[in-house]
Structure formats: C-alpha cells, structure tokens
C-alpha cells in the first residue's frame, strides 16, 4: 500500500531546470496582465508625473506596448464620460489609480474606488464615468492592441461601425 511517505523527492528540484518554466518578458495570460497592471499601479512615480488633465476632453497616453498588448494612462474630471462601448476583440484590464469611477453596463452599476480593478472579454459593453467632484485617473491594458472601439446604445447595440 502506497502512502505519502512513498514519494520522494530525490536531490534538489531547482536542479533539474527543464521542469521550470521560462520567465516570461511580456505578459500573456489574464492572470499576467491583471499583475502587470498592478505592477505599474504601485509604481506611482513611474506614471503620476505623466498626468495631464483636460476640461474639453478625457485625456489619454500610451504608456507602454509589447508584443500583442498596449497600457494606457487615462485621466477622468468631474462629469467626463467614455459613452457606452465595447473594445471589439480586445480583452482588458481596467484599473482605477486615483479617484473614483463608476462603471456602467446594460444591467447595472459599479463604483470602482483607487485600486480596483476590472477585467473583460472582448464585447463586453460598458461605460465608465466620472460621478465624483474630484478628478480620476486609470490604466487600462488592451490584449491584442486596441484597434476599435464601436460605441452603442442604451440597450447596448452597437450604433457607430468600429473605429480603426
């Protein structure tokens, strides 16, 4: 009868390196963008200087890009809305650095405070605005790249044809 006494392990498991997994350079499962989010979520003075904020219109920067995948800096004032919207077929991360932002879809409502975080599929129609009296700032991780963004109704049909 076997028990667990019965397997062992012989000599040191770090020396047998074809078992280990290579470390990635760039991120490539959910659970990777999800830690690079917060990776540069933490690092403030890595995106905090960059900042801009802009009365006419949500201000945006590129942050970063690799193979398959771009971050995104966004800045949100008072009242600033994306208008409902789907990203086509890129998944994201949505992560809520400073402020708070409300998130909503065809069936409800969420308030997103500093450090939470969203993930989606591609089509997941939602919209995110700024409900506080204080300015907002996010990051969002695009997989592939985003290359469209189809905005849609109340309803939540696509109503403008994709932009690339």
Same mark, same amino acid.
């Given at each position: 009868?076997? $028990? ?7 000599? @040191?498991?770090? #020396?047998? +390196? ?6 990635? *350079?760039?991120?490539?499962? &959910? /659970?990777?963008?999800? %830690?690079?989010? !917060?990776?540069?979520?933490? @690092? ?7 900042? !801009? ?10 942050? !970063? ?5 771009? &971050?995104?800096?966004? $800045?949100?004032?008072?009242?600033? !809305?994306? %208008?409902? =919207? ?16 409300? *998130?909503?879809?065809? %069936? ?14 591609? %089509?997941?129609?939602? #919209?995110?605005?700024?409900? /506080?009296?204080? +300015?907002?700032? $996010? ?12 905005? =849609? ?10 932009? /690339?």
């Amino acid at each position: 009868m076997n $028990s667990d006494s019965d397997l062992q392990i012989a000599g @040191d498991i770090l #020396e047998v +390196p074809h078992l280990l997994q290579a470390r990635r *350079e760039h991120p490539a499962t &959910v /659970a990777e963008f999800v %830690g690079l989010a !917060r990776s540069i979520a933490a @690092d403030r003075a890595q995106w905090e200087p960059l900042v !801009r904020y802009d009365a006419t219109a949500r201000w945006y920067h590129r942050l !970063r890009t690799g193979p398959g995948y771009e &971050v995104w800096l966004l $800045s949100w004032v008072p009242g600033q !809305r994306s %208008g409902l =919207h789907d990203h086509g077929p890129s998944s994201g991360v949505l992560t809520v650095l400073d402020g708070t932002l409300t *998130e909503r879809t065809p %069936g409800g409502k969420r308030v997103l405070a500093a450090g939470a975080q969203r993930v989606f599929a591609p %089509g997941y129609v939602h #919209e995110v605005v700024n409900d /506080a009296l204080e +300015p907002a700032v $996010s990051l969002h991780v695009y997989h592939p790249g985003l290359t469209e963004m189809p905005m =849609h109704d109340t309803a939540g049909c696509a109503v403008s044809a994709p932009v /690339a």
